[in-house]
């Protein structure tokens, strides 16, 4: 089945002058090279759908366009924020969506088969040079294969299912060069925080964060650094493609979807990974970013493994790690929750879940769990979580008055064994049972 | 007659209605009653329709969730004022049709103040004078000449700015997305 836009035909947009990564993809999808600034009417390769907006989507498409999705294939629908169902009113709402997936012939990816962002990179449902919509303000994790993802809301979603198509203004461009390699217990998630912080909470908005990392990170990693663009306010977070990219998974990736020599940045950053420590978001702005070890040995009642964020194998490696042959600290629980069905079989295949299980660990559906605080895992108030997601915002996991802390997993599984805020390396001082 | 509520920098959509409280956990009928259920409790109970909201910079940061913008719509808001908007949510609000001008009103004007807001010329009156609005950049004022971008596309099955029957097309754009 073909997902994405028919090929082009003829040569490349005739281009005047050096373009960005986000300017080449949007003249590749529109009918003419455009620039920052411009506005562009532009194919849509993808469109995705998660559960908790899917009766607005379908009103919208039905009652208020009386429209049908155009390319039935380049549509998924995802059944991930509340999954499985945990009210009447939601298991009602997932089942319109099978309806509508049964009656129109859209992709549907149903409960536990995991986050809408993992499950779609897994389908090569997002792929170099695509522009992939989301009905979720973190689709702009596409861009770990440098495909333009954007989040936008219901409105544009089914307008954009509708026609094939979607309105954008051409992003400028922030571009941000990772130099040097990191320390061990560093990872991408310390990268993407740190990101943030020099960024900006709006560093970015209305911009694409163009990352230049060589052939660092793993696509997985890949993935964090662009999933947390959009908490710079970007539009788009495209890491130039190297790496695995180019050799693990079969991409075509396109010559032209590099930056051009002498592309126009508005703002030029560089992050110096061997002098990175790791880092940690506290309550309650994601730039409100500090080294782990200015908090250590804050207490901690809950600690969360997961999210689009850091639900991937990886990210379940790095915490087995810590956790192997030691156990969660008595007056703390620990959540983990693989990011989907088929990092939860790699997970079970090789040992980690039982490493994870044996530590304590309290195993989830594979969805986004408590991230957004509609259920497994809410908060109390006056409650302290450490969690690999993306948003420490007041109330985001449940009660006003819990407070939330971002960091990474292994630094989220050694604050688990010592009940408090911890480095990986703390974690020495509690024998591991062989 | 409408007044202003008066809210700081970074409104986050959590704050303007929290995940919880979506119209598919809580209903679609009273979602809009949790509007900044937490961080001002009294909001939903109390805001009169033209109420105007203004805020400081980066109003309506994280998630794109459209309820958010839409709850405040079926308690009738007149508009919001804010110096920077981020940008999904602005999207949200221009395909909702709720009026957003790009003006930065915490100084001049405090919660409670009596105001009206012209939504097409962008006046407002307040007490003791009145602020002409920066407009919304043309491309937009002709979607929002037909109420918002989705009754625009109804209308001419295309999106402001494309050339009629164009497959795909291009033009410049002077602002926002």
New interface residues.
Partial sequence: MTTGAPPFSGSSPQTTRPQTVAEKILSQ????A?YA???????VDQVMVV??????FIE?MER??GAVPKYPERVSIVVDH?APA??V??AQ?QKEAREYAAKTGVRLFDVGRGICHQVLMEEKLAQPGWIVL????H?TTYGAVAAFGS??????IA?AA??G?????VPESVKVTLTGDLRPGVTAKDVALEMIRVLG??GA??QSVEIHAGDRFTRGERMTLANLCVEA?A?AGLVVPGGEILTDYGYDVPAWVYPDEGAAYAREVEIDLSALHPRMSAPS?VDNVHDVAELRGLKVDQVFIGTCTNGRIEDLHAAAEVLRGRRVDPTTRLLVIPASSQVMEEALQDGTLLTLQRAGAVLGTPGCGPC???HQG?LAPGEVCVSTSN?N????MGD?DAHIYLASPAVAAATAVMGRVALPEDVAQVAASA | MPRIWKFGD?V?T??IL???F????A??DVFQTFAF???RPEFAAQVQPGDVLIGG??WG???????APQALKKLHIGGIVAP?F???HY??LL??GIPAFEYDLTELLEDGDEVTLDAQTGLLTYADGTVQLPPPPE?LREALKEG???EF??KHG?????EPG????????SA??
Avoid at chain 2, 158 to 162: C, N
Wanted: a neutral charge.
């Fill in positions: 999808r529109g009918s003419a455009v600034g411009d506005l562009a009417v532009v194919e559960d908790s907006i899917a009766q607005s919208r208020d366009l509340v945990s009210t009113s939601v709402a989301g009905s979720d303000s689709s989040g936008m809301g219901a409105t544009d307008l509708a026609s198509k979607t309105w954008l203004r909470a709006d908005t209305y306010g539009k702005e957004m605080g509609r809410v948003r915002f007041i109330g985001r006003k | 970074s986050n959590d704050d929290p995940g919880k979506a119209p598919f956990m209903g679609e259920h937490y961080v910079r980066n940061l994280g998630s794109s969730r459209e309820y920077s981020a940008r999904i999207r949200n395909n909702l491309f918002s971008i989705l596309f109804k295309r999106f402001p700015g494309e164009a497959e795909a097309s291009t033009e410049t754009a926002a997305e």
